[in-house]
């Protein structure tokens, strides 16, 4: 059974993706948040133009990585809303596929640079100051890829296998959903006590 909260904080999650992680990753956490009493509202930002944020008092801000940016959907939401954003309680989160391999392969640099271009930068071009900025992996799926991305991403493919990441029909989910809602039970804790 769901827990209620006192007041049922609003919050809005707007997300971009390409291969569904984005997508299952903002109901994972919207599932956390409604468990935590808040009043949830998932929007694909591709699919829904989210025009008024007014009645949100959390708003979660997340997008899929594909050649080093974010969706242009969740781009133009933050463009459209950045002056009301500013005095939100916002937070921001990515999936990224290549941030998995940078962990196992031990290239600290590498993903602290993601957490840099993709998070910290993207906060600082909007003015916004998160509560929470929240880096997660992706998916690879090779199934939906064309076949020039198949080809140029074949020896990423054997580099999967051979870091040990498991897939299932062509597809390497490189997400952790414990961490996932980890990150959204301490979310909730810092937007009810900001």
């Known amino acids: 059974m769901l827990k209620k909260g006192k007041d049922g904080m609003k919050a809005l999650i707007v997300y971009g993706t390409r291969y569904g992680a984005t997508a299952s990753t903002s109901e994972e956490i919207s599932k956390v948040l409604r468990e935590q009493g808040f009043d949830v509202t998932v929007a694909d930002a591709k699919e829904t133009r989210i025009r008024d944020i007014s009645g949100y008092e ?3 801000v997340g997008s899929g990585i594909s050649i080093s940016r974010w969706t242009k959907e969740t781009e133009r939401f933050l463009e459209m809303h950045k002056m009301e954003l500013v005095n939100k309680k916002v937070a921001l989160f990515i999936s990224s596929g290549s941030w998995p391999i940078f962990v196992k392969e031990g290239k600290r640099e590498e993903c602290d640079n993601i957490y840099q271009k993709q ?11 998160p509560l929470s900025m929240g880096l997660f992996g992706g998916i690879w799926n090779f ?5 020039l991305a198949r080809k140029t991403l074949g020896g990423l493919k054997q580099k999967l296998d051979a870091l040990g990441f498991k897939q299932e029909d062509g597809i390497y989910d490189m997400r952790d959903m414990n961490a996932i809602r980890e990150w ?11």
């Not at 199934?143 to 076949?147: A, E, R, S, V």
């Open 143 to 147: 199934t939906k890829m064309g076949l």
């Open 58 to 60: 959390l708003i979660l």
């Open 119 to 129: 998070l910290l930068e993207k906060a600082s071009k909007y003015s916004l100051n």
């Open 184 to 194: 959204a039970e301490e979310l909730a804790r810092k937007a009810r006590d900001d």
